[in-house]
C-alpha cells in the first residue's frame, strides 16, 4: 500500500546506519527513535553500493558488526538496494564540479542524483550535506 508507505534515502557521513549501530555515536539515542519511527511508518529505504560500502568500512574491526551491515542489506525488507547507473556516477562528479565550494562528498552527490532521478524527496541523515545542497525533506 504505497499510501501509508513512506520512502527516504540514507545519507553516510554522521547518518542512521552508522548513528543507530554504533552506541559511541552521539546520536545513537537519537537514531534509534528516528529508525523505530520510521519503521512504524513501513518506510523503504533505498541506498546505494556506495553508501553500503562507507558503512561496512566504518565498521571494518567489528567483525559482528561487518556481518550484519551485510546481512541487512541483503536481506532486511525495509531495505532497497538501488543500483547506480554509470550515467548518476558521471551527473555526481559534473555536481561536485560545479559546486567547488560545498563540502560534500561523492557518496553524497550520487546520493543526491539518484534521489533527483528517483524523485526521492526526503533523507535520513545527520550530517549537514543535504541541507547544503537543498530540496530535500531531512529526517533526523
Not at 109 to 121: E, P
Request: glycine content about 4%.
Amino acid at each position: 500500500d504505497t499510501a501509508t508507505t513512506e520512502i527516504y534515502t540514507l545519507s553516510l557521513h554522521d547518518a542512521l546506519p552508522i548513528s543507530l549501530r554504533d552506541p559511541r555515536e552521539p546520536r545513537h539515542g537519537q537514531a534509534r527513535q528516528t529508525a523505530e519511527k520510521l519503521l512504524r511508518l513501513r518506510t523503504r529505504f533505498v541506498f546505494t553500493s556506495f553508501i553500503l560500502a562507507e558503512t561496512h568500512a566504518y565498521f571494518s574491526r567489528s567483525p559482528a558488526l561487518r556481518t550484519q551491515i551485510l546481512d541487512d542489506a541483503e536481506k532486511n525488507p525495509a531495505l532497497h538496494w538501488e543500483p547506480v547507473p554509470p550515467s548518476d556516477e558521471t551527473a555526481a562528479v559534473a555536481l561536485l564540479r560545479q559546486h567547488r565550494d560545498k563540502e560534500y562528498s561523492l557518496c553524497d552527490a550520487i546520493s543526491f542524483i539518484l534521489m533527483q532521478r528517483l524523485g526521492i524527496r526526503r533523507a535520513a541523515a545527520y550530517d549537514g550535506h543535504f541541507r547544503q545542497f537543498g530540496g530535500f525533506e531531512i529526517v533526523e
